[in-house]
């Protein structure tokens, strides 16, 4: 089992996300229980290119400061909204036989739904949390819409085990 925590950047990580303080909570939580664990984490990053606000070099591209990779944590660049596609990800997690993914992050309706898919494609067993993925509203959805949309209609029971967060910290007490 890895912990698996997507673009969570300096950038895109503020208040105007729905259910931010619950989001930031539940990330936080979530990486704490994973170190007392011995789970692995792994953090990813999403850099748009040059003249982007989320670009290498620039502070928004940058680990929100609440989420900071410890020094012995992968961090994994990409350019698409996947975290498996060029970014030897893959590769990474084939070689250490990982089957089980928690994803959590940011956006739902863009890298976390593209990893999810991809993950469940490539035969991992895909796990979201309640409340530790968000996004903002949108000019045909509502944060709120797009969440549950994805959360509760499309991943749960077809790509993913959508689970309670409570849930998901028993998981990582095994």
Not at 37 to 42: A, D, F, G
Not at 44 to 53: K, M, S, Y
Not at 83 to 104: H, V
Request: charged letters at 25%.
């Amino acid at each position: 089992m890895v912990l698996l925590v997507v673009d969570t950047q300096k950038g895109i990580t503020n208040n105007k996300l729905f259910k931010f303080e619950l989001f930031e909570s539940h990330v936080k939580e979530l990486i704490e229980k994973a170190r007392q664990n011995n789970i692995e984490i792994i953090f990813i990053r999403h850099d748009d290119g040059v003249g982007c606000e989320l670009t290498k070099g620039n502070e928004e591209f940058e680990i929100y400061d609440l989420f900071k990779p410890a020094e012995n944590e992968l961090v994994f660049d990409k350019s698409v909204n996947s975290a498996f596609k060029n970014t030897g990800l893959l590769e990474y997690l084939k070689q250490k036989n990982e089957n089980t993914i928690i994803i959590i992050g940011l956006q739902t309706d863009y890298c976390i739904d593209a990893t999810v898919k991809s993950g469940f494609e490539h035969g991992f067993k895909m796990i979201v949390p309640a409340y530790t993925n968000s996004t903002f509203d949108n000019m045909y959805m509502t944060a709120e819409q797009t969440y549950k949309y994805y959360n509760e209609f499309i991943w749960n029971k077809r790509y993913a085990e959508c689970i309670p967060f409570d849930k998901t910290l028993e998981l990582m007490n095994k």
